[in-house]
T-cell receptor, first 111, second 114 residues
Framework: QQPVQSPQAVILREGEDAVINCSSS?????VHWYRQKHGEAPVFLMI?????EQKGHDKISASFNEKKQQSSLYLTASQLSYSGTYFC????????????FGQGTTLQVKP | DAGVIQSPRHEVTEMGQEVTLRCKPI?????LFWYRQTMMRGLELLIY????????DSGMPEDRFSAKMPNASFSTLKIQPSEPRDSAVYFC????????????FGSGTRLTVV
């Protein structure tokens, strides 16, 4: 079952922060985050495994609440290069390797 | 490494014709996935392979779609006969060992069926 992302779209000014949420109705083994720019392929940002860990990558970080089956992506001090569509991909229990992607959140950063 | 290589980049075909999309995964990656992306349905998993063996094809829309992976370095997705509703971007992705690593996506094939 497809995870639900919120919000669907965000418009920011450079330097502002944003949070993108991903929620699943099923138990999760892992959550992935990807960014896709227009006309390009999705690019892997980070993976979070069950255990409630939090990861960071430059000014982009994420958390995973296994009990709530939710993950959040945090973008701080946004840059123009952060613009794109962000997808979470969820993997159910069993470490199957199979990801189901959310519908995406479009982020636009303006100067 | 050249990454995941897909061909062709663009394909325009007439309804009823056979279409074959090709993918070369990254060497050493055990898993290969085929996804379809449309505005309405987003990124849909069609089928995936582990060590050249199809594991889950429950996302394949109907019998018109078929996929093969004859060896570790090549996979095909075939649509026969094609229909206008098959128009989409088809991505191939690979990963070394399950989902403990991120997927690497190919550049995609934009298919237009007229």
């Amino acid at each position: 079952q497809q995870p639900v992302q919120s919000p669907q779209a965000v418009i920011l000014r450079e330097g502002e922060d944003a949070v993108i949420n991903c929620s699943s109705s099923k138990a999760l083994y892992s959550v992935h985050w990807y960014r896709q720019k227009h006309g390009e392929a999705p690019v892997f940002l980070m993976i979070l495994l069950k255990g409630g860990e939090q990861k960071g990558h430059d000014k982009i970080s994420a958390s995973f609440n296994e009990k709530k089956q939710q993950s959040s992506l945090y973008l701080t001090a946004s840059q123009l290069s952060y613009s794109g569509t962000y997808f979470c991909g969820t993997e159910g229990p069993g470490n199957t390797g199979k990801l189901i992607f959310g519908q995406g959140t479009t982020l636009q950063v303006k100067p | 490494d050249a990454g995941v290589i897909q061909s062709p980049r663009h394909e325009v075909t007439e309804m009823g014709q056979e279409v074959t999309l090709r993918c070369k995964p990254i060497s050493g990656h055990d898993y290969l996935f085929w996804y379809r992306q449309t505005m309405m349905r987003g990124l849909e998993l069609l089928i995936y392979f582990n060590n050249n063996v199809p594991i889950d094809d429950s996302g394949m829309p109907e019998d018109r779609f078929s996929a093969k992976m004859p060896n570790a370095s090549f996979s095909t997705l075939k649509i026969q006969p094609s229909e206008p509703r098959d128009s989409a971007v088809y991505f191939c992705a690979s990963t070394p060992a399950g989902a403990n690593y991120g997927y690497t996506f190919g550049s995609g094939t934009r298919l237009t069926v007229v």
